[in-house]
């Protein structure tokens, strides 16, 4: 289960929103959007808001440990 401490938002512009022709488009345009934030995977849209939780992938080249 997601802890609400984990849940992060995004706000998402008016052009989502404006742009959208139903919730299926509505849902594509946001997760095309979400491609600039690729630690981030969208849970919910709730109030112009991307609730998402963080996924933590290592840095090129950078082990989890910090070291190369």
């Known amino acids: 289960m997601i802890d609400q401490n984990d849940v992060y938002k995004v706000l998402l512009p ?17 997760l095309k959007y979400m ?15 991307a609730h998402c939780v963080r996924i933590d ?3 090129k080249g950078v082990k989890r440990n910090g070291k190369v």
């Not at 491609?35 to 808001?49: D, G, L």
């Open 14 to 30: 008016n052009w989502i929103f404006e742009t959208a022709k139903d919730n299926e488009h509505l849902k594509q345009l946001v």
């Open 57 to 59: 992938v290592p840095e």
């Open 35 to 49: 491609t600039a934030y690729p630690n981030y995977s969208v849970k919910t849209i709730k109030n112009r808001f």
